[in-house]
């Protein structure tokens, strides 16, 4: 192992206090293996009040002053502990105090600009007054995009962040964080730096724009979409500043949480089992579609679904498509939250095909570990997928993932062949090609059970441990603080 780092993982999302999506995942994950191989790795995040109903806090600084614009805002950091990795969290209720993480459940919230500006800021704080000189300070989206630029052009001269490097991950950069000038002063972005190749998006602030300038590296949640992000078609309009910074760009896998995502230790399934007993996977596919209200059918295909409704997970051809693959003999159970066009689309499938749809709107922790575990094969037909997790988790529970190739479903999943594949994918995203790959999954189940199996089995033997993803980010943190 390295020396031990300092790490700072300044992130929006932690799974056990907030969730909205995958950055949850990583945000409790990779500070816990990198924990384990001996670093100093501490979280930081928004105090939201989702967080303050659950958890028991300590307080770490009292009040903790933040300059903004011309202003100095008073915050205070609280402390708790995840598995021994110290949590922070910023409380400034003026900006957090919200059920919501990002938006009132239909619109943005019209000051996430200086929400997440002044989050960026208070870590830098809080950073001083824990008297915790980091040597990285990972960041992560959009909301810790500022950052970078706080570190180099505020407090360059600060001797306290002498040695701090800082690194930018990207885990969705279709979210960049653009916003209004008006926000600029609050910021304290000076004019020379409102050009379009440092914050300047078509006359707005761009904040993932800024992260590109000022990251001395930057990472992508898998090679694949690293390599995505440098193309036109994949790099959602940065794809020009970012090969500007080519050398600089990386790609790392995230890890599966197999302590979580397991189906021979997993509290949430109706009954346990494994890739050399699969007796319990046919009790959860059941139970499954006993609990949707469909027909208990054990021998026909279920496909499952577990997603945020949102137009990069492929529903603007997913759902015509549907509309077509239904007719088979199968059943498709969605759970699912997010754009009401996708709910109204999936409420018209359940009508259109009572005895084969089921599906909830909503998000249930305990019904999307049910639904890996229950059924035969798992729809992934994203546009565009910076990793994905659930394909991972349908794997381990020997669910065959239906996935697009792209992003880091490509790097996840290996197509069918007679000897080898863990899955099915297809490359266009076209109703038309999904359900080809679709036709060909049901084919095999049907008339090839004995290659299904040993699929199943190809599937669970695979693994995304956080130690392989943990030991490349070490590797990483050191590349970047050379620079
Ligand atoms: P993304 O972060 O783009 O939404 P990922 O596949 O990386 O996609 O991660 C999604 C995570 O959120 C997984 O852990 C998945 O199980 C969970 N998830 C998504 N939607 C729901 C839902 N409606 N209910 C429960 N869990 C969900
Ligand atoms: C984002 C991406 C998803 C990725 C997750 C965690 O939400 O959409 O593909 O798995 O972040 O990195």
Same mark, same amino acid.
């Given at each position: 192992m390295a020396e031990p780092l300092k790490i700072m993982l300044a992130i929006s999302e932690v799974d056990g206090f907030v969730k909205t999506g995958g950055l949850a995942d990583i945000g409790r994950s990779l500070p816990l293996a990198l924990k384990k191989r001996g670093h100093d790795v501490r979280i930081i995040l928004p105090y939201y009040s989702k967080i303050i109903r659950q958890k028991t806090m300590i307080p770490a600084v009292e009040t903790l002053g933040v300059p903004m614009g011309n202003k100095e805002l008073w915050c205070a950091v609280k402390q708790c502990f995840e598995e021994k990795v110290p949590v922070y969290l910023v409380e400034y209720d003026l900006f957090f105090a919200r059920e919501r993480c990002y938006d009132d459940g239909t619109y943005p919230f019209v000051d996430n600009a /200086?929400? %997440? #500006?002044?989050?960026?800021k208070a870590v830098l704080q809080a950073c001083q007054a824990l008297n915790f000189a980091p040597d990285i300070i990972h960041c992560n989206d959009w909301h810790t995009a500022l950052l970078p630029f706080y570190l180099k052009e505020h407090e360059k001269d600060n001797p306290f962040f002498k040695k701090t490097a800082t690194l930018l991950t990207f885990h969705n950069a279709s979210f960049q964080g653009h916003f209004p000038l008006t926000s600029r002063e609050f910021l304290g972005i000076g004019w020379e730096h409102f050009s379009?190749?440092? %914050? /300047?998006? %078509? *006359? &707005?602030l761009n904040f993932l724009k800024g992260g590109i300038a000022w990251a001395d590296k930057i990472n992508a949640v898998s090679p694949g979409y690293a390599e995505e992000l440098l193309t036109p078609l994949g790099g959602h309009g940065l794809h /020009?500043?970012? &090969?500007?910074?080519?050398?600089?760009?990386? *790609?790392?896998?995230? #890890?599966?949480?197999?302590?979580?995502w397991n189906p021979e230790i997993d509290p949430y399934i109706p009954v346990t089992y494994s890739a050399l007993d699969l007796n319990g996977k046919r009790t959860c596919k059941e139970e499954l579609q006993k609990a949707f209200q469909l027909p208990r059918r054990p021998d026909i295909p279920v496909i499952g679904m577990v997603t945020r409704l949102s137009a990069q997970k492929g529903f603007e051809f997913a759902i015509p498509a549907l509309m077509e693959i239904l007719n088979w003999e199968l059943q498709l159970i969605v759970l699912g939250a997010g754009e009401h066009w996708i709910e109204g689309?999936?409420?018209v499938l359940e009508q259109q095909f009572p005895e084969k749809v089921g599906w909830k709107n909503g998000y249930d922790w305990g019904l999307a570990h049910w639904i890996e575990a229950g059924s035969d094969m798992f729809l992934m037909p994203s546009l565009f997928e910076p990793c994905g997790l659930n394909q991972m988790y349908s794997l381990k529970y020997g669910t065959l993932p239906i996935v697009r190739s792209v992003g880091g479903l490509r790097d996840t999943v290996t197509h069918f062949t007679e000897a080898d594949g863990t899955g099915f994918v297809f490359e266009e995203p076209s109703p038309e090609a999904l359900i080809h790959c679709v036709r060909q999954s049901v084919e095999t189940y049907y008339e090839q059970p004995a290659a299904f199996q040993k699929l199943i089995q190809n599937a669970?033997?695979?693994? %995304?441990d956080w130690e392989n993803s943990a030991d490349q980010y070490e590797d990483l943190y050191l590349e970047t603080m050379k620079k």
């Open positions: /200086e929400r %997440f #500006g002044f989050f960026s379009s190749d440092r %914050f /300047e998006d %078509f *006359g &707005q /020009e500043m970012l &090969q500007r910074r080519q050398n600089d760009v990386h *790609g790392i896998l995230n #890890g599966c949480d197999y302590q979580t689309a999936l409420d669970m033997a695979k693994q %995304f």
